[in-house]
């Protein structure tokens, strides 16, 4: 019975000092005062050093190139646009790190039985011209009820071209200036 324990004991110790070795330091917990310029967080990266290899966890497989160093994702004009295309509307929420714009309900005056909502989604760094997808919703009255009802299949297309339009307009006034 003796011998069983001594033979689990050996690779139950070795595992757990590999376990420990592998521990990193995720956070600074100790009150010590920090360096300046030094970030002592912990960040998952890659085993075979920074610049390539097998990334863990995801690890920043972005290039240093593609990042923006205010951390949006997304098109700066495409942003500005699709903002400028949608003012009409009432925005409900809006993600300049996701390039994200919801939009409320909106009711045109003209029209007061029906209301349209959008989803503008800005899906790349690059003015191009497969950079931005939009959703359009709508909804007819029924008595006191909304219904939804079938947009016209231009419609997304429609503001997707007046982004684009209105984001090459902005590069354009950008350059000029320069």
């Known amino acids: 019975m003796r011998r069983i324990r001594t033979a689990f004991a050996a690779p139950l110790i070795f595992a757990s000092l590999a376990l420990a070795g592998c521990s990193g330091n995720w956070s600074d917990t100790s009150g010590a005062t920090k360096e300046p310029g030094r970030d002592t967080s912990y960040k998952f990266g890659s085993l075979l050093g920074t610049e390539g290899g097998l990334n863990l966890f995801g690890g920043n497989s972005k290039k240093k190139s593609d990042v923006d160093p205010n951390g949006v994702a997304v098109n700066s004009y495409l ?100």
């Open 79 to 178: 942003w500005r646009a699709s903002l400028d295309t949608l003012s009409f509307m009432p925005i409900a929420s809006a993600d300049p790190f996701g390039g994200v714009i919801l939009t409320d309900w909106y009711t045109p005056p003209e029209t007061p039985n029906e209301r349209f909502k959008v989803n503008l989604y800005i899906l790349d760094r690059q003015l191009r011209a497969d950079g931005v997808r939009v959703s359009v919703f709508r909804q007819q009255r029924a008595g006191n009820d909304w219904r939804d009802t079938a947009v016209a299949q231009d419609t997304a297309g429609q503001l997707e071209d007046a982004v684009l339009t209105r984001a090459r307009q902005l590069r354009v006034a950008q350059q000029a200036s320069k």
